[in-house]
Nanobody, 123 residues
Framework: VQLQASGGGVVQAGGSLRLSCAAS????????IGWYRQAPGKQRELVAV???????DYADSVKGRFTISRDYAKNTASLQMNSLKPEDTAVYYC??????????????????WGQGTQVTVSS
């Protein structure tokens, strides 16, 4: 599986940005797809994830402001980020967990990361 992320950029506080991530690869089943972020001097943290079955999780700091959506047919996901704050400034990384298909089943839990994309929120 390869992940191609797009979006990001520079925006003023209160503004919006949208990140997109496309997973490519044959013979796989995507279990979950989402974003992590890493600010300078800080550990990488989960921002949002969309799992098979429709469940989603968000970091407490982004709840109510960020929305993750997933297109199962296209194996893509988008992260709509509204009401951005300077503390949202970080490199955002797309992440996926997937299994290898054999017939109707999928096996294993493999992980892949996309290239980071910079999000900068100015005050």
């Amino acid at each position: 599986v390869q992940l191609q992320a797009s979006g990001g950029g520079v925006v003023q506080a209160g503004g919006s940005l949208r990140l997109s991530c496309a997973a490519s690869g044959s013979g796989v089943r995507i279990y979950a797809i989402g974003w992590y972020r890493q600010a300078p001097g800080k550990q990488r943290e989960l921002v949002a994830v969309a799992r098979s079955g429709g469940s989603t999780d968000y970091a407490d700091s982004v709840k109510g402001r960020f929305t993750i959506s997933r297109d199962y047919a296209k194996n893509t996901a988008s992260l709509q980020m509204n009401s951005l704050k300077p503390e949202d400034t970080a490199v955002y990384y797309c992440n996926t967990h997937y299994g290898i298909r054999k017939g109707w089943e999928a096996y294993g839990d493999h992980e892949e990361w996309g290239q980071g994309t910079q999000v900068t929120v100015s005050s």
